[in-house]
């Protein structure tokens, strides 16, 4: 069932760049998963950082982005 951008990260403390009302699928968390809708979540791990991944997911279809740092170049149409 679809949510959207603000229901989903609720009150947590961030910027959101673009529309807070965007409808998304899923929340997914590995690039190589992301479908048509999906809100990706970069995580930074100890031998992985997702953030070089996000190209990757909106490349997939990834609606909209949690992340430490907008990649340059992304552009802001995510």
């Known amino acids: ?21 965007i409808s998304l699928n899923r929340v997914v968390f590995d690039s190589r998963e992301v479908m048509e809708g999906d809100l990706f979540v970069a995580v930074k791990g100890t031998k992985v950082d997702g953030h070089e991944y996000i190209n990757s997911a909106v490349s997939r279809g990834a609606r909209a982005v949690v992340c430490e740092h907008y990649p340059a170049g992304l552009g802001k149409s995510v």
């Open 1 to 21: 069932m679809p949510k959207n951008l603000k229901h989903i990260i609720g009150n947590m403390p961030c910027k959101i760049f673009g529309d807070p009302g």
